[in-house]
């Protein structure tokens, strides 16, 4: 089986623009989360999709937003982009929601420049 | 304070050497992973625990809820086990992810 993939790999863009990321889960996963990595703030949760359903969203403002289509795979938006954007943005997908317990597969990431 | 700890932030060792890395939670949790994130910055999950112990090859972990703490060890250990090692706990309540900070090993020949 594939595993999750990612793209672009990499993106430099400059602040106020918009910048679209994609995840495709592996096949037959449903449930796909995403997370930002910083070397300041570590790892943080931004948030799940179900079903096409939003279930679960970190402490991120509105700027933040994603979506999932019908195949499972899933895009993140973010909006009127800042410097402290900059980071490598990590999707995992699962069977089920993670509440579940379900193992986790991490894709390779998009790492976000923001000049 | 941040709901999940570890320890060390650093750790060099020796190959062959054993080596355990802490996590310390405040939170009351369904479950903890383990990840594993190498240079470059692919994360593999390792281990998912909501009680007692695992063991994958040299990778053993383990975690005691009553004290909200989990360990994981690296027996015989090798420099291709050089990699930052996350810890990340699943709420009950809240449905998402609280991460560690990482911890760095560095395995030297």
């Known amino acids: 089986k594939a595993g999750v993939t990612q793209t672009p790999r990499y993106l430099i863009k400059t602040r106020g623009q918009q910048v679209t990321l994609s995840c495709s889960p592996i096949?037959?996963?449903?449930?796909v989360s995403w997370y930002q990595q910083t070397p300041g703030q570590g790892l943080q949760f931004l948030f799940e999709y179900f079903s096409e359903t939003q279930r679960n969203k970190g402490n991120f403002p509105g700027r933040f937003s994603g979506r999932q289509f019908s195949n499972s795979r899933s895009e993140m938006n973010v909006s009127t982009l800042e410097l402290g954007d900059s980071a490598l943005y990590l999707c995992a997908s699962s069977l089920a929601p993670t509440l579940r317990k379900e193992t986790q597969y991490f894709g390779p990431g998009t790492r976000l420049l923001v000049l | 304070k941040n709901e999940v700890e570890q320890s060390p932030q650093n750790l060099t060792a020796q190959e062959g050497e054993f080596i355990t890395i802490n996590c310390s939670y405040s939170v009351g949790i369904s479950a903890l992973h383990w990840l594993q994130q190498h240079p470059g910055g692919g994360i593999v999950s390792l281990f998912m625990l909501s009680s007692g112990k695992k063991k994958h090859g040299r990778l053993i972990a383990t975690i005691n809820i009553q004290e909200k703490h989990s360990s994981l060890h690296i027996t015989a250990s090798h420099p291709r086990d050089s990699a930052v090692y996350i810890c990340?706990?699943?709420?009950?309540?809240?449905?998402?992810?609280?991460f560690g900070t990482g911890t760095s090993l560095t395995v030297i020949p």
């Open positions: 990340a706990v699943m709420r009950e309540a809240g449905n998402q992810f609280y």
């Open positions: 096949s037959g996963h449903r449930s």
